[in-house]
């Protein structure tokens, strides 16, 4: 089978097991999807949603972060992790888009990785969930292991190639869901530690389960 055919028969799996393929990070407004995500930086989604709307109340709009204290923005992410670096990339990126872009998040990645903090990872998720631009793969620890062990990668680890090795491979329409897609598959079944195989409906796709059980 031809690996964009069973690309195809993947994202339909992963479509039946989790219809709603959206991103964990809890936002309101496009900025704030941006700033989540830059704080989800070694830390998980959970905590993220956690703090976020304490944060997010206590600056409620753009300038507001724009003119934030930044040690005060530091005490609302501390439990975040690296919460210096993430208080100054927060401000500065409010500050940056409110003079370079009119107060709006980029719409390219070019723009989007000039902002303080923001690699291509976030950059794809802003531009797949804010704008839905197709094609784009959000290389994250899931998105990275679980190609891998599909055989859908070549089991590289770097987030770069594994971008270019998925966007060859997946629907232009269906990659930003299916990126969305292997972090719940990844959570509850396809774990970094131990793959539950036993109970994952991609079993007949999977290089490394039809490896392991060759006859």
């Given amino acids: 089978m031809k690996k964009k055919d069973r690309a195809t028969l993947i994202v339909e799996e992963l479509k039946k097991a989790y219809p709603e393929g959206i991103c964990s990070l809890q ?3 496009p900025h704030e999807l941006l700033f989540s995500v830059r704080l989800s930086a070694q830390c998980t989604d959970e905590r993220v949603n ?3 709307p304490t944060l997010y109340a206590r600056f409620p709009t753009l300038e507001a972060f724009a003119q934030a204290d930044v040690h ?3 005490e609302y992410i501390h439990s975040c992790g690296f919460f210096r670096a993430k208080a ?33 990872k976030t950059a794809n998720l802003i531009l797949g969930d804010i704008y839905n631009t ?3 793969v959000i290389a994250d620890t899931h ?10 990668t070549d089991g ?14 997946l629907p232009p329409e269906e990659s930003n869901d299916f990126c969305h897609r292997l972090v719940l598959h990844g959570r509850a079944v396809c774990t970094a530690r131990v ?3 036993e109970k994952c409906t991609l079993r007949p796709y999977c290089d490394l389960y039809n490896n392991e059980n060759k006859s």
């Avoid at 003079?99 to 303080?116: A, F, W």
């Avoid at 998105?143 to 859908?152: D, P, V, Y």
């Fill in 195 to 197: 793959p539950y195989c």
């Fill in 72 to 74: 005060e923005v530091e």
């Fill in 27 to 29: 936002y309101p407004k």
């Fill in 134 to 136: 197709p094609g784009v």
């Fill in 50 to 52: 956690q703090v976020t």
């Fill in 88 to 120: 100054h990339d927060i401000v500065a990126s409010a500050q940056m888009l409110l003079r370079d872009y009119g107060g709006k998040v980029p719409d390219t990645m070019e723009e989007l990785l000039k902002l303080p903090g923001v690699g291509r």
């Fill in 156 to 169: 590289t680890k770097d987030p770069g190639k594994v971008e270019v090795q998925l966007r060859k491979v």
């Fill in 143 to 152: 998105c990275i292991r679980i190609a891998g062990r599909l055989g859908l």
